[in-house]
């Protein structure tokens, strides 16, 4: 069974900077595409970033292209989102998410395991 454990939510001011971390368990975190998706206040659960399971393709949703770094490091079974440039629109419950299907590419829709979400707040 696949675990996931976010860290690093908080508030920041807006054009300030996060760092978000998701812990995973399990032999097969190399294998994993992982992403990470967002869900505003009153909205639904929306993709933010995903990437494959080598790290050499990245997907990222248009509102933080240029803003947002998805990374991974294999040796600690960690997924990394590095948020800078942060927005008030962007405050949101973050949750890191794994598709345990193999793959070549990010499929936003084959996530099939969720963390429990870390919470960002920006204020203006």
């Known amino acids: 069974q696949v675990q996931l454990v976010e860290s690093g939510g908080g508030l920041v001011q807006a054009g300030g900077s996060l760092r978000l971390s998701c812990a995973t368990s399990g032999r097969s975190f190399t294998s994993y595409t992982m992403g990470w998706f967002r869900q505003p206040p009153g909205k639904e659960r929306e993709f933010v970033a995903g990437?494959?399971?080598?790290?050499?393709?990245?997907l990222y949703s248009n509102s933080v292209k240029g803003r947002f770094t998805i990374s991974r490091d294999g040796a600690k079974n960690t997924v990394y989102l590095q948020m800078n440039s942060l927005k008030p629109e962007d405050t949101a419950v973050y949750y890191c998410?794994?598709?345990?299907?193999?793959?070549?590419?990010?499929?936003?829709?084959?996530?099939?395991?969720w963390g429990q979400g870390t919470q960002v707040t920006v204020s203006s």
């Open positions: 990437i494959t399971s080598s790290g050499g393709r990245t």
């Open positions: 998410a794994a598709d345990t299907d193999v793959r070549g590419a990010v499929l936003i829709s084959g996530f099939d395991h």
